[in-house]
Each structure stands twice: as C-alpha cells, then as structure tokens.
C-alpha cells in the first residue's frame, strides 16, 4: 500500500456538510460525484496528499442511509492507494482477509476500488484504491 488515499465520511446531507468542511479544513470542496452503482454522492476535499471525501446517500435505503441510522455521521471507510489492485486484492485473500467485491468495480474519482470486510479489519472498512489508466 502506498498511502492513505482518503477518509470516506458518511454526512446526511451536503448542504450543512460541504460548507462545515470547507471551514473545517480552509480549503474548497474541488470535485463532487455521484456514484450510481454505490447510491452515493460524493465530495472531495485536499489536505496535503491524502482526502476527505464525503459520502450522501441518494437512496433512503442505500448503504450510506443504513450507515448513518445504525451508527449516525461520521467516518465511513479508510481508503488505501495501491499500484496494483488485483495483486494486492490476491495478496489479502492469501492472508485471510474477506473481499466485498471479487473484482475491482468503477468508484468515485477516477479510482478502481475494493472493499475489504470490516470483520476481518477491527470493525474498520478499508478499501483499495487505484488509479484508473
């Protein structure tokens, strides 16, 4: 794993959210996304060579909206960047560690993503990220 690629953020709404990070972190929201196959709208904020992205879920149901009423607001996943997705998927899966996807499917920002189960993580879902060529 080559660094912390981004901390996902699970906010009810952007309205209130995009501005409180803004003033958080003194620094602009520089993209937002939306994410149809994850139901998920996204936001992403700079802070050195990592991000905060902010996740609002479009769907009352979706995997944001369920997160945000069992555990309420707050940090969602930790996002490492890989150089290669699928070495480091078939390198977790030797070590014991449960894929939430068998391939890499298309996420926000350009980036190939993996989801590790948060069982095998201490209670923490980590994703892979790499950069789409």
């Not at 912390?4 to 958080?24: Q, R």
């Not at 060579?49 to 069992?70: C, H, M, N, Q």
Request: proline letters at 4%; one cysteine or more.
């Amino acid at each position: 794993m080559l660094k912390i690629e981004h901390i996902g953020m699970a906010v009810k709404d952007f309205a209130s959210a995009i501005p409180l990070f803004e003033k958080l972190l003194n620094t602009p929201c520089y993209k937002t996304e939306v994410v149809k196959s994850e139901q998920v709208n996204t936001a992403f904020f700079r802070q050195g060579e990592s991000k905060i992205e902010l996740l609002e879920s479009t769907d009352p149901y979706g995997v944001i909206a369920r997160f945000i009423e069992k555990k309420g607001e707050g940090i969602h996943h930790i996002a490492f960047e890989v150089s290669d997705i699928r070495a480091e998927m078939k390198r977790l899966q030797a070590e014991g560690f449960v894929l939430l996807n068998e391939e890499p499917k298309k996420g926000a920002d350009n980036k190939w993503v993996c989801f590790l189960h948060p069982k095998n993580t201490n209670g923490v879902l980590v994703e892979l990220c790499e950069e789409m060529k």
